[in-house]
């Protein structure tokens, strides 16, 4: 948890591992998480190096709307993979989240594993 905020864990289906997935990709706590919204959170996510994957980009939309995880259905999830591969493609080199050299910076100071 960042130094006056609160945590990211705070907010419903968002648990320990996301707290520090954030904390690595500059996202100190709750408030911020919502004030940059789901996408460009996620977008900074990938581009810490955490690695895509849709089911995490859908919960964290539900999450910051304070529903259930599982509430995404139908139209709405086909809209949200719409916006997760473009997300996704925009952030992302084939099957690296980040440029080696990027990843490799990234690892040296200490903000990625």
């Known amino acids: 948890m960042a130094a006056g905020g609160t945590p990211v864990s705070s907010i419903r289906n968002l648990g320990p591992a996301f707290e520090q997935a954030c904390t690595r990709a500059g996202i100190p706590d709750a408030e911020t998480l919502r004030a940059l919204g789901a996408d460009e959170a996620y977008a900074r996510l990938l581009a810490a190096g955490e690695r895509p994957h849709f089911i995490g980009y859908y919960v964290l939309h539900m999450a910051l709307q304070g529903r259930p995880w599982n509430d995404c259905k139908g139209d709405e999830k086909a809209a949200l993979r719409r916006s997760f591969d473009a997300i996704k ?8 989240a980040v440029p080696p050299d990027l990843a490799r910076f990234l690892r040296d100071i200490g903000l990625s594993r």
């Open 89 to 96: 493609s925009r952030n992302t080199q084939g099957d690296a």
